[in-house]
């Protein structure tokens, strides 16, 4: 008898046990498998027959730029615009002048300084440039930098061939094209910088000038040297006319001993190059 | 003839005390804390850069991509994935929502994403490849069939108790993920707007039907569909637990269907065709986030129909094999 | 061994004319038999002869390719869920859920069929022996405790007929004399079993009748001892002119002379007795024989009769298929 009852609570004990596991599990696996069919449901309905969603709650204002000169400045904040010397293309560290220039102007003015964005594109012309500051992120960039950095105009000038073939043999280039696009390109370079003014009354806009590229292509040097001058100082004579903006010369840098400062392809600056278009904007900028 | 609940029953306790759920639950603990802690270093990285700056951080992203579209070294095929990507960001730029608040629902929603094609099926197989083969290897099929239960009645319950461990392990892995990342991220964000309804056609997206909506909505939506998908890697691994003696040999062919699918999808492949196979569809999520699937020409509706006639088709097979079998050993 | 009680003429389980083929190669050729109530009915063949792929019929585990199973008179492939009601079994070893206790074990196989409760499985329980590991896990049991949480699965919805598939494999012979008892019991309180074997000598202890299988087909069924009587006994003779007793044997007309490899004697009975001559006849002719050898100045050393055992039989039928 003793042992009977013995085995009989053991026994209510241990069926328990499943019992109570089978029933726990079983709820609960249920319990999911409605919620994801509901989930499922309702993705299908999203579908097919989507409501209007809720309201996006209401955008907070991005920063802006406050005005006032850089020294009194806690931070300095960039804005890097452009082509492919922006990007930095050629510069095997991938930093170019951008951030190094940012580097050295937060050592030598003793603050941080930062890069709000560096929004270049390898082969961006002047007229696709204009089209993207429109762009939301452009706009947010522009309006809460103290300094606009930006190159522009050499794929308006240079860029014959449009098939992967490559810029720095410009086997295709005359003189005579060069002259023709030059007025165009102009006023390209004009309608952006006018453009970023209009978006930021304040920034000081660094446009880092352009440099021959074909120095060593005796067919054309002398020919494409000259539209190069015309170009920086049309886009210098702009510059003067804003009144805050800046043409950091560079067709000086890579004249002479041009393999220590251009890349492998011989068109763009190597880490070398881009730090001495860095050293220049730091200048400027103190 | 004993209920069908009762033999619900019976798999369900089987399932549970072979410690095939412990041991999913023990994969998620393990893993997920992995992800999380990536994911922080990429977040603390992303915030050194840009101070917090979302909008900043997006327009990076915008940036990055739309430079890698201009290399002539990447395929045609992922540009078309990145030009649809870069308009999507674009749009949540242009309506400043932030798309990866970090927090725990955004890690989950992420997590979720990426488990769909492979680690999920994962945990789904660790289950279902065992559930018939697991039987015959350890000699108890025999015990089984000779009760007197119909066949198809035991396959159905094998069938009922998959589908309640599917649903297990798709909610565990979204409870744990998000218990385990809002120790880091916070517990915050259910209620964050985010955009779904983008329509990819070639290159371009059409946001004409796009509508915000809350996130926890989303992951609701996400779950279901990856439900969905994971029910029908469930009936074929099934059907191969019935045709293979071997879990291993069961378990090894259905993982090999999926990293051919995964690896297939990636590829992007030209080969049209493809968008037939069930591996290459289980990325449904895809379509709730917009981005282009990975054959052109497939949509949400086209993929819910190859996944549900493989899914016919694999129960078919299973419930005609298992009744009909000889158990020869 | 069979009682005469109406009861035990039941039949409870019937096997006709059943046939199965996989692929093209023919492995049960034909195999009909009847299991009454009450009755242990042994199922004996050699290791290949289709026994096991007979037993798996019986309990749907392979569909036959034709002929009917009825149990009870239900048909277990058109019908499992009826048929099967009645029978317990086990097919080759007692495979349990090792990650489960034997009482899971059992509550699961419980829950497979109506009615079984958990007196009934506490019933088993105590039936096998077993009330004191049946809370442990069924992966530390050892075989012979395996094989009775076998048997008590086996019998939780009081079958008419277990079936049990060479049920002494692995028993120590302590175990396997307890399986025998044990049997019996279950016999004697009106159930009907049916245990396969391929050793003669288990199924001449164990029981009432018999049906012998080789190569597929059902060679010989009927009462173990009927079986054994009807088979053949030798005599052998050993004398001191053999080939003078041999010529005189020959001429005998009710005298069949067995040659050396024509016999089936075990070797350890003729040993020492190289010149032995082995006959079959009448057990009545053998004084007068005698008395003729001794007449014709032929001693005789020894006359001994050999009863054949089960084994002999058993070859003798199915030598004789293979010559047929």
Known sequence: MEKDTGIERERERRMGSTTWLWRGLGTAALACLLLL?????????????????????????PPAATGGSLAGKPEILIAALGD???????????????????????????????????????GLRADQLLERLDDTGFVNAIRQADVVMLTIGG???????????????????????????????????????????????????????????????????????????????????????????????????????????????????????????????????? | MANLLALVQNETIKVWKKKRFAVVVLILLILIPVFVYAQMKIAQNSAEKFK???????????????????????????????????????????????????????????????AVTLFIPLMVLA?????????????????????????????????????????????????????????????????????VGFQVSGADVNTSAVHAIPQYLYVLMQAGLIWFASMTVAILALMVSVLVRSTAASFVTMMAAIIAGAILTNMASSWHSAKYLFNVNLELTSYLQGTPPPIEGMTLGFSLCVLGLWALAGLVVSFAVFTKQDILN | MSTNTPKAQETVLSVQGLKKSIGRKEIIKGVSFDVRAGEIFGFLGPNGSGKTTTIRMLVDLIKPTSGRILVCGEDVNRNPERALRHVGCIVENPEMYGYLTGWENLEHFARMQEGITAERIAEVVEIVGMDRRIHDKVKTYSLGMRQRLGIAQALLGKPKLLILDEPTNGLDPLGIKELRAFIRRLADGGMSLFISSHLLSEIQLMCDRVAIIARGEVIAVGDVDELVSQADTYTV????????????????????????????????????????????????????????????????????????????????????????
């Not at chain 1, 015309?230 to 210098?236: E, G, K, M, Q, T």
């Open chain 1, 37 to 61: 069919l509901a989930g499922f449901g309702w993705a299908l309905k999203d579908q097919w027959m989507p409501t209007a969603g809720m309201a996006v709650p209401e955008a907070s204002p």
């Open chain 3, 237 to 324: 003779w050993l004398l001191d002119r053999p080939e003078a007793g041999k010529a005189m044997l020959e001429a005998d007309p009710g005298v069949r002379l067995i040659g050396e490899h024509e016999h089936r004697i075990d070797d350890s009975i003729l040993a020492g007795m190289p010149e032995a001559i082995i006959t079959v006849m009448e057990e009545d002719r053998i004084a007068g024989t005698v008395a003729r050898f001794v007449g014709a100045g032929i001693g005789v050393k020894a006359v001994q009769r050999v009863s054949p055992s089960l084994e002999e039989l058993f070859l003798g039928l199915t030598e004789g298929e293979k010559i047929g």
């Open chain 2, 127 to 195: 289950i279902a490849s065992d559930l018939v083969s697991g039987e015959r290897s350890t000699g108890t099929i025999k015990m089984l069939l000779t009760r007197p239960v119909r066949r198809w009645r035991i396959l159905f319950s094998k069938l009922v108790t998959l589908t309640l461990y599917v649903s297990l392990i798709i909610v565990s892995t979204v409870v744990l993920c998000y218990l385990i990342s809002g120790l880091v991220f916070g517990y915050r964000g259910w209620g964050e707007p985010i955009f």
């Open chain 1, 155 to 286: 794929n308006d000038l240079f860029q014959f061939a449009t098939n992967g073939g490559s810029m720095a043999q410009g086997s295709d280039i005359s003189p005579a094209q060069l002259e023709s696009r030059l007025p165009e390109a102009e006023n390209r370079l004009r309608d952006v910088l006018a453009k970023i003014r209009s978006l930021n009354g304040t920034a000081r806009i660094v446009y880092v000038g352009l440099y021959n590229p074909f120095y060593d292509l005796e067919r054309i040097r002398v020919e494409a040297s000259d539209i190069v001058q015309r170009w920086n100082a049309y886009a210098h004579h702009l510059a003067v006319a804003d009144g805050n903006a800046t043409v950091v010369a560079t067709y000086d840098l890579f004249e002479s001993d041009i393999a220590r400062f251009l890349s492998s392809d011989h068109f763009h600056p190597n880490e070398a190059g881009y730090a001495r278009i860095a050293d220049r904007i730091v200048q400027v900028l103190q």
């Open chain 2, 52 to 114: 917090g700056d979302w909008r900043a951080e997006l327009q990076n992203r915008i940036t990055d991509n739309t430079r890698a579209l201009g290399s002539d070294r990447i395929p045609e095929e992922w540009k078309k994935w990145r030009r649809a990507l870069v308009q999507q960001l674009q749009y949540y730029l242009d309506h400043d929502i932030n798309p990866q608040t970090p927090n725990a629902v955004t890690f989950t929603r992420g997590f979720m994403d990426n």
């Open chain 1, 84 to 122: 492919s010397l922006t990007v930095g293309t050629g510069d095997a560290t991938g930093n170019g002048y951008v951030k190094t220039a940012a580097e050295a102007l937060a050592k030598a003015m003793d603050k941080p300084v930062r890069v709000v964005n560096n929004l270049a594109l390898g």
